[in-house]
C-alpha cells in the first residue's frame, strides 16, 4: 500500500505547494491541507517541519519532473490520493484558473493517471463545497 517514504512524501509536498503558489496567493488553509496530506503518510513526524522543507524544495526547483517521477510508480490508488489532495488545494480557494487547470493535466500525463479519474476526483470535491 503506503511504498512512500520521508524524502518522497517531501518530493510531493514541494508539488502540493507549487499547485498552492501556481495562483500567487499561498493560504495558510492551502498550508493546512498539505501539512494534513503529509500527516495521513507520516503520523509519527513533524507536519510543519516537512513542508518547510518542501517549500524550500520547490522554491529551489524548476521543474516538476523530479517531483512527478516519484508518483509515477506508484499504484493508482496512491495517484488518486496526490490528485485528490491536489485539487483539494486548487478548489480551497473556490477558483480555479487555466494555469492550475493545465497543472493538473501536466501532472496527470507525466504520472499516467486517467484524465477521466481526474475529473472524477475534482468533481466529487466540488459536491462536497
Not at 53 to 67: D, H, T, V, W
Request: proline share 1%; net charge negative.
Amino acid at each position: 500500500m503506503n511504498t512512500l517514504d520521508k524524502e518522497n512524501i517531501i518530493g510531493i509536498s514541494a508539488l502540493l505547494v507549487h499547485a498552492a503558489r501556481i495562483d500567487e496567493q499561498y493560504s495558510n488553509h492551502e498550508k493546512d491541507l498539505i501539512k494534513n496530506f503529509i500527516k495521513s503518510y507520516l503520523k509519527d513526524e513533524n507536519a510543519d517541519n516537512i513542508l518547510k522543507n518542501a517549500e524550500e524544495l520547490e522554491q529551489n526547483s524548476n521543474q516538476l519532473l523530479s517531483f512527478t517521477n516519484i508518483i509515477k510508480k506508484e499504484s493508482n490508488e496512491v495517484k488518486s490520493d496526490i490528485i485528490r489532495h491536489l485539487w483539494m488545494i486548487i478548489i480551497s480557494d473556490k477558483s480555479i484558473d487555466q494555469y492550475e487547470s493545465n497543472l493538473m493535466r501536466r501532472i496527470c500525463g507525466l504520472i499516467y493517471f486517467p484524465d477521466k479519474m481526474c475529473a472524477e476526483i475534482k468533481l466529487q470535491i466540488l459536491n462536497k463545497k
